[in-house]
């Protein structure tokens, strides 16, 4: 059997072994939420801290060496302007999907009014007793989606590369791996030495990366034994059960009906050949629950499995870790729509346009970490209430978010894979703009 189809197996195996295992221990343990953390926290040492090391490294090294590959300033002036339309235009049709179907299927209506009343009582204490949680969101709400995009335009252009790279702001040391790309592009011969070297510690770095691979069973068995123990499966048939299907479902449209589209409109592929080609890259972003570090597998398998270009690969798909997010995007207009239907709040089509735009713009600052839709999500909440407010309507508590906090890892997971997935569908599309040299001539249109 191949590395790659061992490794994936152990994989599958790890993660329905952690479900079967978290199932077990959430009803046995005393304390499963004390457990599951245990749990979770050995996984983050074996699998997420080692991928997380490799991230900063591996996003500056492969935009160099991508830009450096691509050369000409102007062509990588269509590649950059693609893939951002590629970008906003799906985050948009996931949001679009997401309103419409949490408005047809109205999961937070139609609740008794002991079920209701539980849920925001419950939901009020976990805002509260998360202050954690609560602080970010806090400081979310006072910048405001204003706010949000001066942080991101702060980081386009920073002062101090090596703080970028402490502060693990991976848009800092993209744009600064573009400009050094482009300036050793532009200086011919002289810079090819330069050039050789970030090709040498490129290969040298997703070198490291196979070799972390094989510790991703364990740690994917670790992080979802976790999840499940915190958690357990009968969550799904509780109160918020109705919420969580409408969220997976309008994740599994996107996912294998609106991108497999997208893909064969633009490069005649294959779609769902090209969804098992990435499936390491998926299983692993399911169990870390992290685009960012998920990205070095990510990149190694585009490259090595699902046909992907160097190219497009190294370019691609460290800018979508940062601000492609269509799964993000469609669970926080999902998950904004409910809250305001268990709170008994009616939105107008002013609203759901609102909760639209915003979820989109929001979902771009989200970072690629565990539970950041969360953070944004309040940025959304206030722009509704502020629409609400004209009409003198009163405003959804920003505690009603402490609703959703308890089932939100299950379905960050799920939006994590999303997100990960829409980045391959792009890195493929771009493929046919960034072919390598060896690579066959494109289709025709």
């Not at 190694?300 to 699902?306: K, R, S, V």
């Not at 993000?328 to 609203?351: K, S």
């Not at 920003?398 to 980045?423: H, K, P, Q, S």
Request: charged fraction near 10%.
């Amino acid at each position: 059997m191949r590395r790659d189809k061992l490794i994936t197996t152990f994989i599958l195996v790890g993660l329905v072994a952690g479900v079967i295992l978290g199932q077990w221990l959430h009803g046995a343990a005393s304390d499963p939420t004390a457990v599951g953390n245990q749990w979770m926290d050995v996984g983050k040492l074996i699998l997420v801290r080692p991928l997380m090391l490799l991230v900063l490294p591996l996003v500056f090294l492969s935009v160099v060496v991508g830009v450096t590959s691509i050369g000409d300033p102007s062509r990588l002036g269509v590649i950059g302007g693609s893939t951002l339309l590629y970008y906003f235009s799906t985050m948009l049709a996931a949001v679009i999907l997401g309103a419409v179907l949490v408005t047809a299927i109205s999961p937070g209506v139609g609740l008794s009014e002991e079920a209701v009343a539980s849920l925001q009582n419950d939901g009020a204490a976990a805002y509260e007793t998360n202050s954690g949680l609560r602080n970010a969101m806090g400081t979310a709400n006072e910048k405001g989606l204003a706010g949000a995009w001066m942080n991101i335009l702060e980081q386009i252009i920073p002062t101090n590369f090596f703080a970028e790279l402490a502060g693990g702001r991976t848009l800092g040391v993209i744009v600064f791996a573009l400009l050094l790309g482009l300036a050793l592009a532009a200086s011919g011969t002289a810079g090819a030495p330069a050039i050789a070297v970030f090709q040498s510690l490129f290969d040298g770095v997703m070198r490291l990366v196979l070799w972390i691979l094989w510790l991703t069973p364990i740690g994917v068995f670790m992080l979802v034994t976790g999840t499940v123990a915190k958690i357990g499966l009968g969550s799904i048939a509780g109160p918020l059960g109705a919420y969580m299907l409408t969220v997976l479902a309008g994740l599994a449209l996107h996912a294998f009906v609106t991108l497999p589209l997208v893909l064969m409109i633009f490069t005649r592929t294959n779609p769902y050949a090209f969804f098992f080609k990435m499936r390491k890259a998926l299983l692993i972003a399911f169990g870390t629950d992290s685009s960012s570090a998920t990205l070095p597998v990510t990149i190694e398998t585009a490259i090595d499995e699902g046909g992907c270009s160097k190219r497009s690969s190294n370019f691609v798909l460290p800018l979508g870790a940062t601000v492609n997010m269509d799964g993000t995007a469609l669970y926080e207009a999902v998950a904004v729509v409910f809250m305001f239907q268990l709170w008994g709040i009616e939105l107008g089509v002013g609203e759901l346009v609102i909760v639209v735009v915003t979820a989109t713009l929001a979902a771009v600052g989200a970072a690629g970490i565990p539970s950041a839709g969360l953070v944004t999500m309040v940025i959304v909440v206030t722009a509704v209430n502020t629409s609400l407010a004209g009409r003198g309507i009163q405003p959804l508590p920003l505690e009603a978010i402490g609703v959703i906090i308890g089932v939100d890892r299950i379905l960050d997971m799920c939006r994590t894979t999303v997100n990960v997935w829409g980045d391959a569908v792009g890195a493929r599309i771009i493929t046919r703009l960034a072919p390598d040299d060896d690579d066959p001539p494109p289709l025709p249109a």
